[in-house]
């Protein structure tokens, strides 16, 4: 090989060299436009949501009893249930900002919450919790007693449920068990499909009927009507007659 070829081989490797970091500088440009834009995007959006002013939502409810504030008595397995903060939920209030959540559990899982210790009696409980994209159906029962099955799911964003009527039951000393099961999930939801969140329960005792209403609640022909004639009675009206 003479000289000059020896050069131009030279030359053509370098040049070949500055094309191959030409590129790779450029591609390096490129991959830092792309990360940055997504990061600028990332950054507005939150900007949007923490500027968006909260939905008309009614405040905590009066007697609510947080859901962090119940002891856990036991769980299928050992999935995860925690205080999640709701602050960056823009569509709802939760009482105190947070809301206990389930967010591993699979259809069939269940956890037990022991209630406040309550006088015997009938009381009427109202329940609190969170509704989402990704989460499941829950039956609910307390001390055994199923109260209802409410499908969690929202399109719309994560949301509060507002009160979940579960009618009366009788509760009694410490012993009072509120079981929250997962037993399905929407055709609709998203994976993974069976999360839960509940924010709090209401307890409500229900008041006994006055004597007035118990009166009132007996016809009027059998208040007014005469006691029956005893053996006695009847038998002496009989010799009168004689």
Do not use: C
Not at 170 to 196: I, M, W
């Amino acid at each position: 090989m003479s000289e000059r070829e020896s050069e131009d081989t030279h030359t053509d490797r370098a040049d070949r060299r500055a094309r191959i970091l030409d590129w790779t500088e450029a591609g390096l440009w490129v991959a830092l436009l792309v990360v940055g834009s997504f990061v600028a995007l990332a950054v507005l959006r939150d900007s949007e949501t923490r500027n968006r002013p909260r939905a008309d939502a009614k405040p905590a409810p009066g007697g609510l009893i947080e859901a962090e504030n119940l002891t856990v008595l036991g769980k299928s397995r050992d999935f995860t249930f925690w205080l999640q903060p709701t602050s960056a939920f823009r569509d709802g209030n939760w009482s105190k900002d947070g809301h206990m959540f389930a967010s591993s559990p699979i259809k069939g899982d269940w956890i037990d919450l022991r209630l406040p210790e309550q006088e015997p009696g009938e009381y009427k409980l109202d329940l609190f919790m969170t509704k989402a994209a990704d989460y499941g159906i829950i039956e609910v029962s307390v001390n055994e007693v199923p109260l209802g099955t409410f499908d969690l799911l929202s399109l719309r964003g994560v949301v509060p449920t507002g009160a979940l009527d579960l009618g009366s039951v009788r509760l009694s000393g410490s012993k009072n068990v509120l079981r929250l099961e997962v037993v399905g999930t929407n055709p609709n939801a998203a994976p993974p499909f069976y999360q839960f969140g509940i924010d709090g329960i209401r307890i409500a005792k229900m008041a006994s009927p006055a004597r007035g209403e118990a009166d009132e609640a007996t016809p009027a022909n059998a208040r007014n009507a005469e006691p029956p004639a005893s053996k006695s009675d009847t038998e002496r009206a009989s010799t009168d007659g004689e």
